[in-house]
């Protein structure tokens, strides 16, 4: 498969073109020049995007700003905008689907402490994919936004769409990283180990559904987040477990 890759000099794209590398053709947009052979872009700028995505058949939508602190104008501009752009750019192009870089902030704010990164651990919940949005800041709210763009595309104008809420991924593959800090708890509970983000968006390349909606975490002991639809929607049933990195 042609799998076109935005953002792809961030992390999740290091991984990505690293994991998927080998079973699809891989054509990778960037902001700025890389190291890699990529095509610079920016999906903001609709002009730009004209004829990009030609000859692709899916296209993984990461470009935009990752940050739950970004402003209101980085998330118009990168993240709202963009994804319309990069839809808009798939539709005209005849992309068969998109799989779109959503998080799990979009409902994050039920169980949200005093920050983003903190969990209230008071709230008992099992979230479902079908619970309200319930975004924790503008990024997420913006992710909101991008999830509601492509069911309208996938709805109207035939392009299919799989809206992938990830968890916690960080630079090393262990949620380690977080013991003894206040993210601990919220990254034991969200925690995606490399190998499952991988089998994921493999997963979402394969599924042929209209519109899919997803949780992308790993197996975790403490998730909040109920992954029955996405066992039986996305057909991906995630191996890594947070809780066996703190096991003595």
Not at 24 to 45: A, E, K, M, R
Not at 68 to 90: D, Q
Not at 141 to 164: N, W
């Amino acid at each position: 498969m042609k799998v076109g890759i935005t953002g792809a000099e961030g992390r999740i794209g290091g991984y990505l073109r690293a994991g998927l590398g080998g079973s699809h053709d891989i054509s990778s947009f960037t902001l700025t020049p890389q190291n890699f052979d990529s095509t610079v872009v920016d999906v903001s700028d609709a002009d730009a995007m004209t004829g990009v995505f030609s000859g692709l058949d899916a296209v993984i939508h990461l470009a935009g700003d990752p940050s739950p602190a970004g402003s209101w104008e980085s998330m118009l501009h990168n993240n709202i905008i963009g994804t319309f752009n990069v839809l808009e750019e798939s539709r005209r192009a005849g992309v068969k689907k998109v799989v779109f870089a959503s998080t799990n902030h979009t409902q994050h704010g039920e169980t949200m402490g005093a920050s983003p990164e903190i969990l209230d651990m008071s709230q008992r919940v099992m979230l479902r994919l079908g619970d309200y949005f319930n975004p924790s800041s503008i990024y997420g709210a913006s992710k909101a936004t991008g999830e509601i763009y492509g069911r309208l595309f996938a709805r109207h104008h035939g392009v299919q769409f799989v809206a992938m809420r990830i968890g916690a991924i960080g630079d090393e593959d262990t949620p380690l990283t977080a013991l003894g800090t206040p993210a601990e708890d919220y990254v034991r509970a969200m925690y995606l180990s490399r190998g499952d983000l991988v089998s994921a968006f493999q997963k979402a390349l394969e599924v042929d559904r209209e519109f899919t909606l997803a949780y992308v975490i790993s197996n975790n002991g403490r998730r909040i987040f109920d992954l029955r639809e996405t066992n039986e929607n996305l057909g991906f049933y995630p191996e890594d477990d947070a809780e066996t990195f703190f096991q003595s």
